[in-house]
Structures are given as structure tokens and as C-alpha cells.
């Protein structure tokens, strides 16, 4: 199905042609600087649109153009790719048959924040390959679609706790889960990461993709969570906020093992001083 786009342009008589429109059978018309702009079901004749505005309002210019459906349930899909970001790659599923498993983390972009679309998940997957150590119990706090978790499971976690607050995300991270096939490493949580933490603990892998503030509040739960050889990677920040967030982990006794910057965002590994 195509459909029949009008731009109308009436001057003085906006007003009469948006009426002859409307009694035309269109359903909306944006305005458009000077111009109105509809479509029409491709069965309209377009002359019959041009003779009625004409007349309704004489001395208006009526374009015409048939322009082919669109189907944004499919469409949208163009914007969202692949990124390959070192040991592993985040892909969606449309973008995932060709790629080895084994170092492919297939993400469903839903409501869930987390889909490699932003420098912060980047920040983070980029800097794990050094972190992670075969059979690592890890946590992934805010967790969103768990991608981080998965990330974390690919690279040989022994078992990764996924915590996430949003009730409205868990589906989505369970469904990334079982997606990846890492279901007997990746366990998803609902729930308040402070409260878990000390519950899931000892660690020796926290990974927290959350607003700064809140990683601040959560700097001294990490500490107790981490096992003594542990370490954490934080990301969420600003890289205008990075020299208020050095000195509040050189204040709380973290030293800084490993940077990255992707645009204005800045994710950090630490470990203890």
C-alpha cells in the first residue's frame, strides 16, 4: 500500500483549506511552516484533493506525491547495529546468525537500558575482558536487559548475579538470559541492590552502570560485597564529573586500575588502595 502525501500551501485562507481537507476525509494534518501537510489512502484521486482546496481556497498551490507504506514495526530496526567492542560483541538478534556465540552477547532492544547503543555499556564491556577471571562470582548491579551480566558470564564467570530494581525490566534481562544460553550462570533479581549485596556477597566482580550519585551511595555496599582481591567497574559518569569522582574513591580508599572514555561519559575500574 502506498499513500497519497498533499502539501498545501493557502496563504490568507489556511483556515478554509484545512476545512476542505478535513471534509476530504483526512484524519490529521501537520503544519508545516507555511505549508499544510496530510496523506490520504492511495485510493484518492489527487486531482479530486487539488479541485476541492482549490476551490475551497482559490489561489492556493496543492503538491502532490504517492509515497510507498512504511512498517516501523520493522523500519526502527535499521538505527540499531552491532558493536564489536574488542573480546566480545553486543548484537542485536536480526544481526546475530552469523556470529560466534562464544564471544557474541544477543541483546533484544526493549524498555530496558542496556542494548550497546550507549558509551556506558561500551565503557564497561570494553574494560571487562581484563577483569574477569574464569569462575568469578560477579554482580551486576542495575542491571536493565543484563548485558553486562551476560558479558561478564561469557568471558568465564562462574556466576553472575543480575540485580534489577525496575519490575518492568526483569522479562526483558530473563528473556537476554535464556537468549544467550547462560541461564546456568546468570541469575536475575528483582530488587534494591543495596539490600542484596551483603546477601549475594562475597564477590569478587561488582559492575555498576548507574548514575553517578547513586554509585557514590553504593561505594561503601561494593567494599564490603568485594572479596579482598575484588574490584568493581562503575560507569553512568560524566566526564566532567570525573575529578569529583576521583577524589571521592581516593577519600573512600579506592585506587583506579583502568580508564575509559567513549564521548562525554567516562567508565572507571578500582580496586582497594
Do not use: Y
Not at 526483569?170 to 550462570?185: L, P, Q, S, T, Y
Request: hydrophobic share 50%; charged share 20%.
Amino acid at each position: 500500500m502506498s499513500w497519497l502525501a498533499v502539501r498545501v500551501n493557502a496563504g490568507d485562507a489556511r483556515d478554509a483549506a484545512l476545512a476542505a481537507l478535513f471534509e476530504l476525509g483526512s484524519l490529521g494534518v501537520q503544519e508545516v511552516g507555511d505549508e499544510l501537510v496530510t496523506h490520504f489512502p492511495d485510493d484518492v484521486e489527487a486531482s479530486a484533493v487539488v479541485g476541492a482546496v482549490q476551490r475551497a481556497a482559490p489561489g492556493s498551490t496543492v503538491a502532490t506525491s504517492h509515497v510507498a507504506a512504511v512498517d516501523w514495526s520493522e523500519e526502527w530496526k535499521q538505527g540499531v547495529r552491532a558493536h564489536d567492542l574488542g573480546a566480545l560483541s553486543i548484537v542485536p538478534p536480526w544481526l546475530a546468525a552469523s556470529r560466534d556465540p562464544a564471544c557474541t552477547v544477543v541483546i533484544e532492544p526493549e524498555m530496558a537500558f542496556g542494548t550497546g547503543e550507549h558509551e556506558t555499556t561500551r565503557g564497561v564491556v570494553r574494560l571487562l575482558p581484563d577483569l574477569v577471571r574464569p569462575g568469578d562470582r560477579a554482580a551486576d548491579l542495575g542491571a536493565g536487559s543484563a548485558v553486562l551480566a551476560i558479558a561478564a558470564a561469557k568471558l568465564g564467570a562462574g556466576h553472575v548475579v543480575a540485580i534489577e530494581l525496575d519490575h518492568d525490566a526483569i522479562g526483558n534481562a530473563e528473556e537476554n538470559v535464556a537468549r544467550n544460553a547462560v541461564e546456568d550462570r546468570v541469575t536475575v533479581i528483582e530488587g534494591d541492590a543495596a539490600l542484596l549485596l551483603p546477601l549475594v556477597a562475597p564477590l569478587r566482580v561488582v559492575l555498576a552502570n548507574i548514575l553517578s550519585s547513586v554509585l557514590l551511595e553504593l561505594l561503601p555496599a561494593i567494599r564490603s560485597a568485594l572479596t579482598t582481591d575484588g574490584e568493581a567497574i562503575l560507569s553512568g559518569i560524566l566526564l566532567d564529573e570525573r575529578a569529583t569522582m576521583l577524589a571521592a574513591l581516593a577519600r573512600d580508599g579506592w585506587r583506579v586500575v583502568a580508564e575509559d572514555v567513549e564521548g562525554a561519559w567516562w567508565t572507571v575500574r578500582i580496586a582497594r588502595s
